[in-house]
């Protein structure tokens, strides 16, 4: 079935760069997405990148798809320690209907200063 | 602002009483889904409701049942809940059908005692 996995933590020092890392088993996944958790808060949408493409950049944000390998990462530049959260990452397999997601685990990013 | 309230935002029940939680998302966002999210995982995805007809479902018991409303806003309900139904339950709403984009509430935390 869909499966979505991710690592669990990394920690990184203010002013670097946070690469996190998702690989997913659907080889018919649309739309790929990164979601950031605060504590006690919903799930805010960073960014998404439609399967036919293998990089979009958005401020401090890129995405990297391989859909070969099934691969997706968030690289995060200058980290900040307003960034400390957990980052989901989803892929969605129906096309025009978004509702459902198959959300990975979260990779808890902890930025030192 | 994601644009959608969700309530109550902690609820504490006993096993085997009913709860009802409720979304409510601005105008022109009409596709409703609801996620479970237990503590320390990534969110489930239970259903999702278009046009006030369920319209997906996952892999979820009957206790867990839904309704949408002709204002879009949309209420989940669990029958007699377990100890394992304790976590954060989410209400995600997309723009419309065909869009990619899905805006996450804060949720309501239910506790189960």
């Known amino acids: 079935g869909e499966d979505v996995e991710q690592s669990l933590f990394l920690s990184v020092r203010e002013g670097d760069s946070s690469v996190i890392n998702c690989t997913y088993t659907?080889?018919?996944?649309?739309?790929l997405y990164w979601y950031k958790q605060e504590p006690g808060a919903g799930l805010q949408l960073l960014t998404y990148?439609?399967?036919?493409?293998d990089m979009k950049q958005d401020q401090r944000l890129t995405v990297l798809l391989n859909k070969k390998d099934k691969h997706l990462s968030l690289r995060i530049a200058d980290t900040q320690t307003g960034d400390s959260a957990i980052y989901f990452c989803?892929?969605?397999?129906?096309?025009?209907?978004?509702?459902?997601?198959?959300f990975g685990q979260g990779t808890t990013l902890q930025v030192k200063p | 602002d994601a644009g959608v309230t969700q309530s109550p935002t902690h609820l504490i029940k006993t096993r085997g009483q009913q709860v009802t939680l409720r979304c409510s998302p601005k105008?022109?966002?009409?596709?409703v889904s609801w996620y479970q999210q237990a503590l320390g995982q990534g969110p489930q995805f239970i259903f999702q409701?278009?046009?006030?007809?369920?319209?997906q479902r996952g892999n979820f018991p009957d206790r867990f049942s839904g309704h949408q409303f002709p204002n879009y806003s949309s209420e989940q309900n669990v029958n007699a809940v377990l100890l394992g139904d304790s976590a954060l339950y989410l209400c995600?709403?997309?723009?419309?059908?065909?869009?990619?984009?899905?805006?996450f509430g804060s949720g309501t935390q239910l506790s189960v005692l």
């Open positions: 659907d080889s018919s996944s649309t739309y």
């Open positions: 105008s022109g966002h009409d596709t």
């Open positions: 990148i439609f399967s036919n493409m």
């Open positions: 409701y278009y046009e006030e007809e369920e319209r």
């Open positions: 995600a709403i997309s723009p419309g059908q065909g869009s990619e984009k899905l805006f």
């Open positions: 989803a892929e969605s397999s129906h096309s025009g209907n978004t509702g459902k997601l198959i």
